[in-house]
């Protein structure tokens, strides 16, 4: 006597009837053999998930940041401070952004006009 079989949608092994289930990702019935190797894949992707996390510190730094890398990253903190915006408006004028006062101004780059900020008096930075 021969047992009927059943093609799986996922795989596509001839099953018994009685070994397919009703996947709720998949929405489809599939044999055991699907669910199980689905289950797994989301075990490893969890895991993977899990070191990704584990591997950054808690202040969101990346993993091996020790105190060279501070040291680093405040010299680049002070000398981005210290750098001045310029936007040009045209050939001979820009806008500048005092770094003392943060104080947005035009300055007139063939007369060197102003010299000092209008607001807190601090000389103009030089530029290119």
Known sequence: METVR????????QVRP???VLDHVLKKMVCHYCVADRE???Q???EVNAQKVVVKAKDGKPAGWDREDEMIE?????KKDGMVTVKWLSEDKCKY?????CYEFTINTEKNIPAHCPYCGADIAKFQ
């Open 6 to 13: 059943v093609k799986c949608r996922q795989c596509g092994k």
């Open 18 to 20: 009685d070994e397919l």
């Open 40 to 42: 797994q894949r989301e």
């Open 74 to 78: 405040k010299a680049w903190r002070q």
């Open 44 to 46: 490893v992707h969890k």
């Open 97 to 101: 952004v005092c770094p003392k006062c």
